[in-house]
């Protein structure tokens, strides 16, 4: 799977969009973009995915550059609840070996 | 998460004890996967298993082994736990749905002291 390069931390103010970039120039043409995020102390959360095309649901927004060697979260709203870690993976998808491979994430913090 | 729970949540043990992480799950989910987190590490991934008796390590699973007797629970075992394996343990499950998996669930952590 391919590896992740994500800015160890990044603050926000409340209330304003919330921009995390990734790199992953070395992604492969079936590798999927997952967003995760780990509030302290907590189990991780799945935030959301995409392939190709730019995706949005009811937590972000996914948007995935063209030739897909970045990727950018974006949490449109971002409130107080919303400092956590946040985890960009890539990997293949389908298959026995579904393993997520973690790397150390981006440390957003919302500021009042 | 509902639909999987860790047990104990908490945990002190000594050096030289076995100790047994319990993952149950009521989703009826195909994978489930043990990861630890360390500060300055990030989750790792300790085994998976990727259906009943089919498991398989991780990058760090030294020290550890793993049993899948059920879907619905996944056992990691430490069989002469070290003050090294002093960790938040996390459980997480997931389901391929048409060649492919959705996101993972994860459980809410088993912190485990060994003194």
């Known amino acids: 799977d391919a590896k992740t390069t994500q800015p160890p931390s990044m603050d926000c103010a409340e209330g304003r969009a919330a921009n995390l970039p990734c790199n992953h120039s070395?992604?492969?043409?079936?590798?999927?973009v997952y967003w995760y995020r780990q509030i302290h102390s907590q189990g991780p959360q799945y935030i959301i995915h995409g392939l190709k095309n730019n995706e949005t649901n009811e937590m972000a927004s996914l948007i995935i550059t063209e030739d897909r060697k970045s990727s950018t979260l974006i949490l449109p709203h971002a409130t107080l609840r919303d400092t956590a870690v946040y985890y960009c993976?890539?990997?293949?998808?389908?298959?026995?070996?579904?393993?997520?491979?973690f790397g150390t994430g981006t440390l957003l913090a919302v500021q009042p | 998460d509902a639909g999987i729970t860790q047990s104990p949540r908490h945990k002190v043990t000594e050096t030289g004890t076995p100790v047994t992480l319990r993952c149950h799950q009521t989703?009826?989910?195909?994978?489930m996967y043990w990861y630890r987190q360390d500060p300055g590490h990030g989750l790792r991934l300790i085994h998976y298993?990727?259906?009943?008796?089919?498991?398989d390590k991780g990058e760090v699973s030294d020290g550890y082994s793993v049993s899948r007797s059920k879907t619905e629970d996944f056992l990691l075992t430490l069989e002469s736990a070290t003050s090294s394996q002093t960790s938040v343990y996390f459980c997480a499950i997931s389901e391929p749905l048409g060649g492919l998996t959705h996101g993972y669930t994860f459980g809410s952590g088993t912190r485990l002291t060994v003194v």
């Open positions: 070395t992604i492969s043409g079936n590798e999927y």
């Open positions: 298993s990727y259906g009943v008796k089919d498991t």
């Open positions: 989703e009826n989910h195909r994978y």
């Open positions: 993976i890539v990997r293949q998808d389908g298959g026995a070996t579904n393993k997520l491979i």
